[in-house]
């Protein structure tokens, strides 16, 4: 019996290997995800503050998913929200002495991870996975 190619079936399988490396690569007391975002208020806020919204937007998650990363990352001590002079509101992301001091053993971990990804693949076929990812992600955009 032949099946059928599910593309979306494909991409599930593809995330949960993805992250089962990730996680791999991190300290255990972290999620890969969580790591990601340690590396990226890391860079970024060395030029801006950072914000819930920019990790939404980074990560392309749901608030509400923003918010239990965070609020875990909290408990965890990797993370404090300190409130922005003129607006009580709004809380801008800082990483903790803890999180900077994992976050260089993620960093290499993180890259010997993505270099095992590029294994066997050209850079020409590299660039048409993005550019497949890019259309699919366009796609599903416009799912209504």
Known sequence: MKHN????????????????SIDSAVPKTITGLQGHVIDFIQIESAHADVF?????????IRRSTATGILQSMEKKDLIRRETV????????????????GIHK???????????QFKNNLTE??????????ERVSTNISNIK
């Open 5 to 20: 190619k599910s593309i979306g079936l494909a991409i599930r399988m593809l995330s949960i290997q993805i992250v089962r």
């Open 52 to 60: 819930q919204k920019d990790v939404e937007i980074e990560f392309n």
């Open 85 to 100: 002079p003129g607006d009580a509101r709004l809380k801008k992301i800082v990483l903790t002495d803890k999180a900077l």
């Open 124 to 133: 020409d076929e590299i660039n048409m996975f993005f550019d497949i990812v």
């Open 105 to 115: 053993q993620i960093i290499s971990k993180l890259a010997y991870v993505e270099e």
